[in-house]
């Protein structure tokens, strides 16, 4: 009787200790229960009412974010006064959010890109839910978190994707300096771009280390290589325009890159309002501003002459969207308001009339 009382106590030790629960099946934290649920409501939220296909690595990617000190989120809770297209996945400690992109076009093999919230729009981080969770993976086990151990056996659950110390080989090849912590930087972002995949800062960062040491070649191909992998975002251009204007001889080329960057979605070109302005004068204008009332303009303008040519208005019409959306991240007032918020109808009914009506339905749920 005595034994039996002992193991009662036991498993009700185990049970409740730490936040534990028991199960026939095994034991499983209070915050991996919270986490599968958080991953279920995202796989619906994102089936259901983003009307995309769910990620098949989401629930790792979930955890590996909350490894990183991110704070996992309801994605119908963080939708407004953010950018229309935004799926929150997670609350970083800086207050910004973590999550996916809905393009309007969006294609149910295409990968949903992970993207991170600005005071412009929204910043690329990257392309697919794989590579953002070997990536996290990598550099975890690269700068030995306490974490490091549990991240690799996330992504390794269903195959083995990353092993501890892979990137040894690569910091012990003498090719590259490993003398300071920007050093090792460097090498973790040369290895992350060889064997993981491809992540703008990554470029970034050695194109800035080639500029610095006077290489102009070789940080102008970096950022040329960029450009090309990133397609449809501006921010990959605007950095190139911004290499190019610190070097002698330049400037017209800088003004061309900084122009071809604000061709692209205006939300997608800047982290900061500052960075936006200097960006609107380094290609030719006088500011920002004035490309804001440029934007808002044409997404009212009609355009029958060119419908009268042949252009669809079909066309037309999400031309108008794009338009409107520039406008808001230039920082234009539309109906009384500079956010987002103030565009969702009016950019749900256009998306409607241009033939995509379940995107329209999503920028309405928030």
């Known amino acids: 009787m005595k034994m039996l009382i002992l193991s009662l106590c036991f498993l009700l030790m185990l049970e409740f ?3 534990a629960v028991l199960t026939r099946r095994g034991m499983m934290t209070m915050s991996s229960k919270l986490l599968v649920g958080n991953a279920n409501i995202h796989a619906s939220y994102i089936e259901s009412v983003a009307k995309a296909s769910p990620p098949r690595m989401l629930d790792s990617l979930l955890r590996l974010l909350e490894l990183e000190g991110n704070e996992i989120v309801d994605p119908q809770s963080y939708r407004r006064d953010i950018n229309p297209f935004f799926i929150p996945l997670a609350k970083s ?54 974490t490091a151990k549990q991240a690799v056996e996330l992504i390794n659950k269903d195959k083995i994707i990353y092993e501890s110390g892979d990137y040894l080989p690569f910091l012990r090849s003498g090719k590259f300096p490993t003398l300071t912590e920007n050093d090792l930087r460097l090498v973790l972002d040369r ?21 610095e040491k006077g290489n102009d070649v070789s940080a102008l191909v970096t950022c040329e290589r960029a450009v090309s992998i990133f397609y449809g975002w501006g ?50 204008f006088s500011g920002s ?16 002459d060119d419908i009268g040519e042949g252009l669809s208005p079909i066309q037309v019409t999400l031309d108008q969207a794009a338009h409107l959306m520039d406008a808001v991240a230039l920082g234009h007032t539309i109906n009384g308001t500079t956010g987002w918020e103030g565009i969702r109808e009016t950019l749900a009914t256009k998306y409607t009339e241009g033939g995509y009506p379940e995107m329209a339905e999503f920028i309405l749920s928030n």
């Not at 393009?103 to 093999?109: A, E, H, L, V, Y």
Request: hydrophobic residues 40%; aromatic residues 8%.
């Open 17 to 19: 200790c730490d936040g």
């Open 93 to 146: 400690k800086d207050n910004s959010l973590i999550g996916y992109i809905r393009w309007p076009t969006q294609k149910d093999d295409m990968d949903l890109q992970i993207v991170r919230t600005n005071e412009v729009g929204l910043q690329l981080l990257a392309l697919g839910t794989t590579q953002m969770c070997h990536r996290i993976a990598v550099e975890q086990d690269f700068y030995s978190t306490p």
């Open 191 to 211: 290895f992350i771009l060889t064997k993981v995949g491809a992540f703008p800062d990554c470029y970034e960062r050695i194109a800035a280390n080639f500029l």
């Open 235 to 284: 921010h990959p251009i605007a950095y190139h325009a911004f290499a190019l204007n610190k070097l002698n001889g330049r400037d017209k080329e800088a003004r061309d890159a900084a122009r071809a960057a604000m061709g692209m979605p205006a939300w997608t070109v800047s982290s900061t309002k500052s960075e936006l302005e200097d960006l609107s004068k380094l290609a030719g």
């Open 289 to 304: 501003a004035i490309l804001g009332e440029m934007h808002a303009y044409r997404a009212n303008d009609p355009r029958k």
